[in-house]
């Protein structure tokens, strides 16, 4: 038996496999590791499949100097829009729209280290307002807050929380200088605590190494995570990694292949970047991701919903949300 098979037994005995097992994958065939990641997909997960849109609540001058951002202020690139946080009004137009289109979970996103008490007052009523009118899944991408900001968060009726490890703990110093790996980790500890789910994953094609990802969604593992998004890095004009050579298509199956032998039952979700692949993530979605982000990124296109929905009746997967969620 070869070592994808022998792994893949491994996991359908209940163990879990290390780090050292994970980086023996990077030798393996791939068509091999993809036929046997969809396999542990489907023992663990069935056909479903987790689709959720984002929208970019408030835009641009952002503090943090993450290299990969266009919103940075740091930089100059061809993203000059910038706006407060948008209004109840918006919000909620945009979360019906999506809920008519069979979206079942709406993120919002908001440029900046974190939101400050008064902002999260003000988006605490926009997502009621949006809990009242619909009833759409509600997440928030607010930067680094405290489990007391979480918990008023909770209570206005958002499920969970997305905060990006974006790198492993080695390689985020390269990435980011103006926070840090551990307040990333701190803030989905917070938010955990506080009751919410909670999404994080990385960026594919900072730099770093195949080790790198692997570590990164390891201390995932560790902790509790299971929505994780995969984003391929879109080298955006005017930023430190405008130069960064894209990941092939195979690249970036072998990560999901990977991530799924790692986190058998999670969602492994195809989020920024995924426009840049030829095949809109099909090939992914056949080697152990389960999840999307549809709609158009921050600050980049993306894919239709609704050319998303037939690709995924095609492949025979079901929208639903989560078996484990906890909302």
Same mark, same amino acid.
């Given at each position: #038996?070869?070592?994808v098979?022998?792994?893949k037994?491994k @996991?359908?005995?209940?163990?879990? @496999?290390?780090r050292e097992?994970? +980086?023996?994958?990077l030798?393996e065939?791939?068509e091999?590791?993809a036929?046997?990641?969809?396999?542990?997909?489907?023992k $663990?997960?069935?056909?479903?499949f987790d689709?959720?849109?984002?929208?970019n609540g408030?835009?641009?001058?952002c503090?943090?100097?993450?290299?990969?951002?266009?919103?940075?202020?740091?930089?100059?690139?061809?993203?000059?829009e910038?706006?407060?946080l948008?209004?109840?009004?918006?919000?909620?137009e945009?979360?019906k &729209?999506?809920?008519e289109?069979?979206?079942?979970r709406?993120?919002i996103?908001?440029s900046g280290?974190?939101?400050? %008490?008064?902002?999260?007052d003000?988006v605490?009523?926009?997502?009621?307002?949006i809990?009242?009118k619909t009833n759409? &899944?509600v997440?928030?991408?607010f930067g680094?807050?405290?489990?007391e900001? $979480?918990?008023?968060?909770?209570?206005a009726?958002a499920?969970?929380v997305?905060c990006n490890?974006?790198a492993?703990k080695? $390689?985020f110093? &390269?990435?980011?200088?103006?926070h840090?790996?551990?307040e990333?980790?701190e803030t989905l500890?917070a938010?955990k605590r506080?009751g919410?789910?909670?999404c994080? *994953?990385? @960026? #594919? *094609?900072?730099g770093?190494? #195949?080790?790198d990802?692997?570590?990164m969604?390891?201390?995932i593992?560790?902790?509790?995570?299971?929505? +994780?998004p995969?984003?391929?890095l879109?080298?955006i004009?005017?930023t430190?990694?405008?130069k960064?050579?894209? /990941?092939t298509?195979?690249e970036?199956?072998?990560i999901v292949?990977?991530?799924? $032998?790692l986190i058998?039952?999670?969602f492994?979700?195809?989020? *920024?970047?995924?426009g +840049?692949?030829?095949?809109?993530?099909?090939?992914?979605f056949?080697s152990?991701?389960?999840a999307a982000?549809?709609?158009?990124m /921050?600050?980049?296109?993306g @894919?239709?919903?609704?050319?998303d #929905?037939?690709?995924?009746? %095609?492949?025979?997967?079901?929208v639903r949300?989560?078996k484990?969620?906890?909302?």
């Amino acid at each position: #038996m070869s070592l994808v098979s022998d792994l893949k037994e491994k @996991i359908y005995s209940g163990e879990e @496999i290390t780090r050292e097992d994970a +980086i023996k994958l990077l030798e393996e065939p791939l068509e091999e590791l993809a036929n046997a990641a969809d396999e542990i997909r489907s023992k $663990f997960c069935g056909n479903a499949f987790d689709m959720c849109t984002i929208i970019n609540g408030k835009c641009g001058k952002c503090s943090e100097d993450c290299k990969y951002c266009a919103q940075s202020a740091h930089y100059h690139t061809a993203c000059e829009e910038t706006y407060p946080l948008l209004s109840t009004e918006e919000l909620l137009e945009q979360a019906k &729209q999506n809920e008519e289109r069979g979206v079942l979970r709406y993120s919002i996103v908001t440029s900046g280290k974190r939101l400050s %008490d008064k902002e999260i007052d003000q988006v605490c009523e926009s997502i009621r307002e949006i809990k009242r009118k619909t009833n759409i &899944q509600v997440c928030v991408s607010f930067g680094l807050l405290n489990e007391e900001q $979480f918990r008023k968060i909770k209570e206005a009726g958002a499920s969970r929380v997305h905060c990006n490890l974006e790198a492993s703990k080695s $390689f985020f110093p &390269q990435v980011c200088t103006t926070h840090t790996y551990e307040e990333k980790v701190e803030t989905l500890k917070a938010a955990k605590r506080a009751g919410l789910s909670v999404c994080s *994953g990385g @960026i #594919m *094609g900072l730099g770093e190494t #195949m080790e790198d990802r692997i570590d990164m969604v390891i201390d995932i593992r560790e902790l509790g995570v299971k929505s +994780i998004p995969v984003n391929l890095l879109n080298p955006i004009p005017g930023t430190p990694y405008e130069k960064n050579r894209v /990941l092939t298509n195979d690249e970036l199956c072998r990560i999901v292949a990977i991530y799924r $032998f790692l986190i058998p039952d999670g969602f492994i979700r195809l989020a *920024g970047g995924r426009g +840049i692949v030829g095949d809109r993530g099909e090939k992914c979605f056949q080697s152990g991701a389960n999840a999307a982000i549809s709609g158009d990124m /921050l600050t980049t296109a993306g @894919i239709t919903v609704e050319t998303d #929905m037939k690709l995924l009746k %095609d492949l025979n997967f079901e929208v639903r949300l989560e078996k484990n969620e906890a909302d």
